[in-house]
């Protein structure tokens, strides 16, 4: 079925260090995007990529599209302890000939950091 | 705040019974996504609702229904519950104009089974 798979699972650095989850699919997408979930929150939308090649940066943080549209990173320079949370990738996949797409998640990607 | 609004925030219920959680989506946004988050789980999707009707079915079981009324806001009822329903229930709106676009999260329905 249709899916995006994300790793790693769980990530634990030391304030400081650099951080990078991977999304990745089996399909070419349309568009992904990606949100954060502080512990005890709700997912909150960060940003989506469009364009194949594409690079966004956030301050600290540096999305990435593929030329292939088939992955995506997010990568943090230099974590903080407010980085903590989970990070999920998402996508549209249509599911049927009317043109609807639903979003495939990504499990998410747990990042704990250590001050 | 993402203007999504979610009640009860928490639940605490018994085993056989039925809830109903309700959401109220931004204003103007047509679509309603209810999801479904136990514990050290991902995002599991459970319906779509645009403009009142059904758009896209996820992982929802046949014990759970839901349904979004003319005023745009949604209900998803829960029904013979099981311990295994224990979890955190998210809300979601989008904007009309984007199939899929960026998603608006209420802060969740904690549900407990006892």
Redesign the interface.
């Known amino acids: 079925g249709q899916q995006v798979m994300q790793i790693p699972q769980y990530q634990h650095v030391q304030e400081g260090e650099d951080f990078t989850t991977y999304c990745n699919s089996s399909t070419t997408l349309s568009n992904i995007?990606w949100?954060k979930q502080r512990p005890g929150?709700?997912?909150?939308?960060l940003i989506?990529l469009v364009k194949s090649g594409e690079v966004k940066k956030q301050k600290r943080l540096t999305f990435q599209f593929g030329e292939a549209k088939k992955n995506s990173s997010l990568h943090i320079t230099a974590t903080q302890t407010t980085d903590v949370g989970t990070y999920?990738c998402a996508a549209?996949f249509l599911?049927n000939a009317g043109?609807?797409?639903?979003?495939?998640?990504?499990?998410?990607t747990s990042l704990a950091v250590n001050p | 705040d993402?203007g999504v609004t979610q009640t009860p925030k928490h639940l605490i219920t018994a085993t056989g019974q039925r809830v109903t959680l309700r959401c109220s989506p931004r204003s103007g946004d047509l679509s309603v996504?209810w999801y479904q988050q136990s514990l050290d789980?991902?995002?599991q999707?459970l319906i779509?609702y645009y403009n009142g009707e059904e758009?896209?079915k996820?992982n929802i079981l046949e014990r759970f229904s839901a349904q979004q009324f003319p005023d745009l806001h949604s209900e998803l009822n829960l029904s013979s519950l099981e311990l295994g329903d224990s979890a955190l229930y998210?809300c979601?709106s989008s904007d009309p104009g984007h199939?899929?676009?960026?998603?608006?999260?209420?802060?969740?329905s904690r549900l407990t089974v006892l």
């Open positions: 995007q949100y929150g709700h997912p909150v939308f989506q999920f549209p599911f043109n609807n797409r639903k979003l495939i998640w990504g499990l998410g | 993402s996504y789980q991902g995002l999707f779509q758009r896209a996820g998210f979601a199939n899929t676009g960026e998603l608006f999260f209420g802060e969740g």
